[in-house]
């Protein structure tokens, strides 16, 4: 269990990243592209602004389990700057190694929906190239050599980008 100064700390570490880290990429960018303007549908489907607006809140209240899982389970933040003592391993971790990443670029697409802005499904695109690149080149390696084979155990059983059907039921806590 955190003790109440290392919870709060964590905590409000994570609120910092995620306004920094996600709030940018996923709300400041967006806007500054498009300004949050309504455009035509993208497709002209009926219920399509809907189909968006679900992408949006899910992507963010899945984004917020993540932030919120990090902060007091792994006693941590999801930032370079105070890495989490332990491998996070439980919740939406258990169907995909990079839910926030996933939930980023579904917020972003769900924008791209709902205000039928196609500059966005092209921003989304990028951020799955950049994303994909910095897990690849940098936080795989990174986590391999802080957690070692709870990693590696990890990784064998829950995949990158494409979840699960069902949850991984094993374990990979570890200390660092």
Same mark, same amino acid.
């Given at each position: 269990?955190?003790?109440?100064?290392?919870?709060?700390?964590?905590? $409000?570490?994570?609120? =910092?990243?995620?306004?920094?880290?996600?709030? *940018? +990429? #996923?709300? @400041?960018?967006?806007? /500054?592209?498009?300004?949050?303007?309504?455009?035509?549908?993208?497709?002209?489907?009926?219920?399509?602004?809907?189909?968006?607006?679900?992408?949006?809140?899910?992507?963010?209240?899945?984004?917020?389990?993540?932030?919120?899982?990090?902060?007091?389970?792994?006693?941590?933040?999801?930032?370079?700057?105070?890495?989490?003592?332990?491998?996070?391993?439980?919740? $939406?971790?258990?169907? =995909?190694?990079?839910?926030?990443?996933?939930? *980023? +670029? #579904?917020? @972003?697409?769900?924008? /791209?929906?709902?205000?039928?802005?196609?500059?966005?499904?092209?921003?989304?695109?990028?951020?799955?190239?950049?994303?994909?690149?910095?897990?690849?080149?940098?936080?795989?390696?990174?986590?391999?050599?802080?957690?070692?084979?709870?990693?590696?155990?990890?990784?064998?059983?829950?995949?990158?980008?494409?979840?699960?059907?069902?949850?991984?039921?094993?374990?990979?806590?570890?200390?660092?």
């Amino acid at each position: 269990m955190l003790e109440k100064g290392t919870r709060a700390r964590t905590v $409000l570490g994570s609120f =910092v990243f995620f306004l920094v880290a996600p709030g *940018v +990429v #996923a709300g @400041v960018i967006p806007f /500054a592209l498009v300004g949050w303007t309504f455009q035509a549908t993208l497709l002209g489907l009926p219920g399509e602004r809907v189909v968006g607006i679900v992408a949006v809140g899910a992507g963010l209240a899945c984004l917020v389990e993540c932030f919120a899982r990090f902060a007091l389970e792994g006693r941590g933040t999801p930032g370079p700057v105070e890495q989490t003592e332990v491998l996070v391993a439980s919740g $939406l971790y258990r169907l =995909v190694r990079n839910p926030m990443y996933v939930c *980023v +670029v #579904a917020i @972003v697409l769900g924008q /791209a929906v709902l205000f039928g802005q196609a500059s966005l499904l092209a921003y989304a695109g990028l951020m799955l190239v950049a994303f994909h690149l910095f897990v690849v080149l940098y936080e795989e390696p990174t986590l391999r050599r802080r957690f070692g084979a709870s990693y590696e155990t990890y990784c064998l059983h829950v995949r990158r980008w494409w979840p699960r059907l069902t949850p991984w039921s094993g374990s990979a806590t570890s200390g660092t």
